[in-house]
């Protein structure tokens, strides 16, 4: 077996069972089916809020840094190269968490339409119920899909820089950038910048564009691990 059919196998198991069984077999897809219950058997009213899916955002953070660090060093122990590695996990942590996010608009497209159906009042927990009045599952589709690499990117992002240089050095840098950040903000150099920009974006594109950052974090983290050593630096940085 070639290093890349090896790494890519040691990569599809672990998201194969971490989102296929653990999140969706043993999570979302029975917590669907109680709430449809739920709603069948008790008529929940409007004040009711289905939750179905906070188990896969939390996952799909998760996996950025649970995921990683037990892959990381069991590929480089099989024999695979750090840029066969990063590449491999890259692609099938991004399709696997789209096809995860479809499943869960699935889900959540299921229990709408058993609601409607049922005469229940009771609506589904989502962030575009901050800008959408009604239930449409592209736009719901597409709010997740932007969550979920907002939540795996920057996650990835972050644990990427305190593996790098430590825990200190990256809270140094973290209070340097925020510092730097506040005087030139409030010393108006970047707060008509962001304040005309906001102006002209409606809610999908805000999203979109977080979305697309996440993406962009998530290829900067390629070139601090293509020649990472095995192990974290020390919390002190030494």
């Not at 739920?38 to 996952?59: K, Q, R, V, W």
């Not at 037990?70 to 099938?92: E, N, W």
């Not at 399709?95 to 709408?112: D, G, K, P």
């Not at 597409?142 to 200190?168: C, E, H, K, P, S």
């Amino acid at each position: 077996m070639s290093s890349w059919k090896g790494v890519f196998r040691l990569v599809f198991e672990d998201v194969y069972w971490y989102f296929g069984k653990l999140l969706l077999l043993y999570i979302t897809i029975p917590l669907t089916i109680v709430w449809i219950l739920l709603g069948i058997f008790f008529g929940l009213n409007d004040t009711t809020i289905a939750a179905i899916s906070g188990p896969t955002y939390f996952f799909v953070a998760g996996f950025s840094i649970l995921g990683f660090k037990q892959l990381f060093v069991l590929a480089i122990a099989s024999g695979s190269t750090r840029t066969q590695f990063m590449k491999v996990f890259y692609c099938l942590s991004l399709a696997v968490i789209s096809l995860t996010i479809l499943c869960l608009n699935v889900c959540q497209f299921v229990l709408v339409t058993v609601y409607k159906q049922s005469m229940v009042e009771a609506q589904i927990l989502h962030p575009a119920r901050l800008f959408l009045k009604e239930y449409q599952f592209l736009p719901y589709l597409w709010v997740d899909l932007m969550v979920g690499l907002a939540l795996f990117g920057l996650t990835f992002l972050v644990n990427t820089i305190l593996y790098r240089v430590g825990f200190t050095r990256s809270l140094v840098m973290f209070m340097s950038v925020t510092i730097i950040g506040l005087f030139l903000y409030y010393g108006k150099f970047l707060s008509n910048i962001f304040n005309g920009f906001w102006v002209e974006m409606n809610a999908m594109e805000v999203v979109t564009l977080i979305g697309a950052v996440s993406l962009v974090a998530i290829f900067a983290t390629y070139p601090m691990m293509r020649h990472a050593p095995l192990h974290p630096r020390p919390k002190k940085g030494r």
